[in-house]
């Protein structure tokens, strides 16, 4: 069962109880994200781990239960999405891998 998260309450809500259709969180109004069915919610309380996992769905990763394993420290996650997004399977064409690499310096011309 899909889960939707509200950043802002640190709050999770099932596809069973929150239907996308409604649109917004019931409690604060914000914009709710598809967390993905594997989504296990810190506790609300753990200010960092929400911070995390809020910087993963921001760009669009969501979790789910054959994904690679999701970074769970803030220091790791940038580092982690350049890294994820290089690869291949994340569609994006040879030329632009190339690309990618000339700007990080990897390659010279
Ligand atoms: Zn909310």
Partial sequence: MTKYACLTCCKTFSSRRWHPASGTCPDCGDEMV???K???APRRRDKKAWAVVAELLRAGF???A??????TRMRDVAAWIKRVR???YFGRSKKQR???R????????
């Fill in 102 to 109: 000339l700007e990080d310096g990897e390659l010279q011309l």
């Fill in 66 to 71: 054959h994904g690679i394993p999701r970074p």
């Fill in 38 to 40: 594997a989504f296990k």
């Fill in 98 to 100: 190339l690309i990618d």
């Fill in 62 to 64: 969501q979790f789910h």
């Fill in 86 to 88: 290089r690869k291949p």
């Fill in 34 to 36: 598809d967390a993905g």
